[in-house]
């Protein structure tokens, strides 16, 4: 039973990257004809498919995939890679750090032993380092000019 349905995600998988082939950086598969394959996208074992089929494409294309909610996946070019990958990665990353440290902060430390409590304190002060490093990153990555690949809204005062 398990082999049958690890064979189906491989087929699924192996027909999601020949789909792919037919198309280069910079443009979208649609959601239909994802789901001609593998069924409809919001199921789970949809879900599983496609993003071992993502990772797949990344790792043997080297082609960065996000999914476009409405219109389908997107296989990115290298500069919208450079653009949204870093700002999507480190926006997660900060609030992460953010919910750890809060946590670390509801920590009775006189239960702890010393040995402890220092490494408390390496932690936090760590992490409150990586937040500020990405908080100046996500500001880099702000300033930068929209072109027609990725334009900005505009956001009036």
């Known amino acids: 039973m398990i082999i049958e349905a690890k064979d189906e995600v491989t087929q699924a998988v192996d027909a999601l990257m020949t789909l792919a082939s037919q198309y280069e950086r ?3 598969i649609s959601w239909g004809e994802v789901e001609a394959i593998v069924g409809d996208h919001s199921k789970e074992r949809a879900k599983y498919v496609i993003g071992k089929w ?25 500069k919208e890679t450079a653009a949204e990958i870093p ?29 402890e409590r220092k490494l408390l304190v390496s932690q936090r002060s760590n992490m409150a380092n990586q937040r500020r490093e990405l908080f100046r990153s ?20």
């Open 26 to 28: 910079g443009q979208c």
């Open 54 to 78: 993502r990772r797949k494409l990344e790792s043997e294309r080297e082609i960065v995939t996000l999914p476009a909610l409405t219109v389908g996946v997107r296989l990115l070019t290298h």
């Open 87 to 115: 700002a999507l990665r480190q926006k997660r990353a900060y609030r992460q750090i953010r919910r750890a440290i809060k946590q670390t902060a509801t920590v009775d430390v006189s239960r702890l032993s010393d040995h």
């Open 138 to 157: 996500q500001r880099q990555l702000a300033t930068s000019k929209p072109t027609e690949g990725n334009p900005r809204r505009r956001v009036s005062a």
